[in-house]
């Protein structure tokens, strides 16, 4: 059996407070359906979706229960945008493919939220906008053009000071800030359970527990073999983002499966809640390493950033973003902090997520780089289009060949040597 949510990440908040997992029991015998999706991440589940809801057969096979991987982890920040800046992204792909994906980030959370209405998904949804912190003068003028930008395409982003930061987010560490009203948060676990309760409610068949052992073709179709059976489809979806094995050759090593850690605290009490972030929405840092934090409704903070890269079960591997939040805000000097986790997502060297159709009737999405919740979902019913019938090159990214990463085996000291690099860039003192 494979290991549930529950018994690898004992001590993630959402095990508590997200909605019950929905029964997917694993795949006991051979099944022929139109399309098979692997992987039950926000990807996969999006897909399966929006392709039962177009009345089309669809098998779901996930090695562990919907939700399992950067799903059910991540920090809950419904974000934006990408890694790198509207003019930059139609630079790098050109006017054909640049402002199709630049609109596809943008609107995402439009169609998150939407999707989630729509469904009537009970997650926790808040939109109450996206802060982007920067402590660094060096970085203020970065942050000061993408905001320009963005708006440029008629996003409605503010530029605040520091005044009015410190007002929004209870700190004085920070020398300006964007704001953008698309922005939020979900509880992530949830949103990958009402995904899942959703798509079994329109059709889609779905498989917990049941790894695809291996991939063939057969004739003009795919078999996927799994321990219980094996599933014959016209189509399939790889959607494995960071937890991607060597069902494809090469997929595995063609991202980094970089760890993300977070730490959640008790509920705080009202006073000392109130004092942190008055003004409601997410946060993230703008710097060499990425700190994001928000409060969930309970008054709970959750603060997460990079840190051990490997699977981390003690109190102690998550210290240093305890003190990320005291040197904030030291009046939480006291505070219990109750719960610790992290998980994998997939990191590309580009920071651009990726379409691969290595052969016909192939589709592989992943690499959203920390910024999956949203964009992630909005793919997902672009790859449903594909499959029941819209050209793969309507679609917002090119569709590529598996590429390779030089040296991926060092991949793991690379990303550490990186992070300790820049966790002392960021530490050093002055505004520069």
Same mark, same amino acid.
């Not at 992530?188 to 527990?209: C, E, F, Q, V, Y």
């Not at 090469?250 to 499966?257: D, E």
């Not at 710097?287 to 051990?308: A, H, K």
């Given at each position: 059996m494979s290991t549930p949510l529950e018994h %690898?990440?004992?001590?993630? &908040? *959402?095990?508590?407070?997200?909605?019950?997992? #929905?029964? @997917?029991? $694993?795949?006991?015998? %051979?099944?022929? #359906? !139109? #399309?098979a999706v692997v992987g039950g991440g926000y990807t996969g589940l999006s897909t399966a979706l929006h392709l039962a809801e177009r009345g089309t057969a669809v098998s779901l096979l996930e090695a562990h229960e919907p939700g399992w991987g950067a799903a059910g982890r991540n920090g809950g920040q419904v974000n934006a945008g990408l890694k790198h800046d509207p003019d930059e992204v139609e630079r790098h792909l050109g006017m054909t493919y640049g402002p199709r994906l630049v609109r596809l980030a943008g609107e995402a959370p439009d169609y998150l939220f939407g999707l989630i209405d729509r469904l009537a998904i009970n997650c926790e949804a808040r939109r109450e906008g996206t802060i982007r912190a920067v402590r660094r003068s060096r970085y203020a003028a970065a942050l000061q053009s993408s905001t320009e930008q963005w708006r440029r395409r008629g996003a409605l982003l503010e530029s605040w000071d520091? +005044?009015?930061v410190a007002a929004a987010i209870g700190t004085r560490r920070y020398l300006a800030a964007s704001f953008d009203p698309r922005g939020g948060s979900v509880n992530p676990l949830s949103l990958a359970r009402g995904l899942t309760a959703a798509a079994l409610g329109a059709g889609a068949l779905i498989h917990g527990d049941t790894r695809a052992l291996r991939l063939e073709r057969v004739g003009d179709g795919w078999r996927l073999d799994t321990a219980g059976g094996a599933v014959h489809a016209e189509k399939v979806v790889l959607a494995t983002d960071g937890y991607s094995d060597k069902l494809w050759p090469g997929l595995r090593t063609s991202i980094v499966p970089l760890y993300s850690s977070i730490i959640a605290s008790e509920p705080l009490p009202a006073a000392l809640a109130a004092s942190i972030l008055p003004g409601g929405g997410v946060v993230y840092e703008s710097g060499e390493i990425t700190i994001y934090y928000r409060l969930d409704r309970e008054r709970r903070l959750l603060m997460g950033g990079r840190g051990i890269q490997h699977r981390a079960t003690r109190r102690a591997d998550y210290e240093h973003l305890v003190r990320s939040a005291l040197r904030l805000w030291p009046l939480l000097a006291g505070v219990s902090w109750t719960h610790w986790w992290n998980g994998q997502f997939a990191l590309t060297p580009d920071f651009y997520?990726?379409?691969?159709? $290595? !052969?016909?009737?192939?589709?592989?999405?992943?690499? *959203?780089?920390? /910024?999956?919740?949203?964009?992630? @979902?909005a793919l997902g019913a672009q790859l449903a289009s594909v499959c029941t019938g819209t %050209? #793969? !090159?309507?679609?917002?990214? $090119?569709? @590529?060949?598996?590429?390779?990463?030089?040296?991926? +085996? &060092?991949? /793991?000291?690379?990303v550490s040597a990186r992070v300790a690099y820049g966790t002392w860039l960021d530490s050093l003192g002055g505004s520069n």
């Amino acid at each position: 059996m494979s290991t549930p949510l529950e018994h %690898d990440a004992p001590r993630c &908040l *959402y095990l508590a407070t997200a909605r019950g997992a #929905v029964p @997917t029991p $694993p795949l006991r015998s %051979d099944a022929r #359906v !139109e #399309v098979a999706v692997v992987g039950g991440g926000y990807t996969g589940l999006s897909t399966a979706l929006h392709l039962a809801e177009r009345g089309t057969a669809v098998s779901l096979l996930e090695a562990h229960e919907p939700g399992w991987g950067a799903a059910g982890r991540n920090g809950g920040q419904v974000n934006a945008g990408l890694k790198h800046d509207p003019d930059e992204v139609e630079r790098h792909l050109g006017m054909t493919y640049g402002p199709r994906l630049v609109r596809l980030a943008g609107e995402a959370p439009d169609y998150l939220f939407g999707l989630i209405d729509r469904l009537a998904i009970n997650c926790e949804a808040r939109r109450e906008g996206t802060i982007r912190a920067v402590r660094r003068s060096r970085y203020a003028a970065a942050l000061q053009s993408s905001t320009e930008q963005w708006r440029r395409r008629g996003a409605l982003l503010e530029s605040w000071d520091a +005044r009015q930061v410190a007002a929004a987010i209870g700190t004085r560490r920070y020398l300006a800030a964007s704001f953008d009203p698309r922005g939020g948060s979900v509880n992530p676990l949830s949103l990958a359970r009402g995904l899942t309760a959703a798509a079994l409610g329109a059709g889609a068949l779905i498989h917990g527990d049941t790894r695809a052992l291996r991939l063939e073709r057969v004739g003009d179709g795919w078999r996927l073999d799994t321990a219980g059976g094996a599933v014959h489809a016209e189509k399939v979806v790889l959607a494995t983002d960071g937890y991607s094995d060597k069902l494809w050759p090469g997929l595995r090593t063609s991202i980094v499966p970089l760890y993300s850690s977070i730490i959640a605290s008790e509920p705080l009490p009202a006073a000392l809640a109130a004092s942190i972030l008055p003004g409601g929405g997410v946060v993230y840092e703008s710097g060499e390493i990425t700190i994001y934090y928000r409060l969930d409704r309970e008054r709970r903070l959750l603060m997460g950033g990079r840190g051990i890269q490997h699977r981390a079960t003690r109190r102690a591997d998550y210290e240093h973003l305890v003190r990320s939040a005291l040197r904030l805000w030291p009046l939480l000097a006291g505070v219990s902090w109750t719960h610790w986790w992290n998980g994998q997502f997939a990191l590309t060297p580009d920071f651009y997520p990726r379409l691969h159709m $290595p !052969e016909r009737n192939l589709l592989i999405a992943l690499g *959203y780089s920390g /910024r999956g919740v949203a964009l992630a @979902t909005a793919l997902g019913a672009q790859l449903a289009s594909v499959c029941t019938g819209t %050209d #793969v !090159e309507c679609l917002a990214l $090119p569709a @590529t060949r598996v590429p390779k990463i030089p040296f991926h +085996r &060092l991949w /793991r000291l690379g990303v550490s040597a990186r992070v300790a690099y820049g966790t002392w860039l960021d530490s050093l003192g002055g505004s520069n």
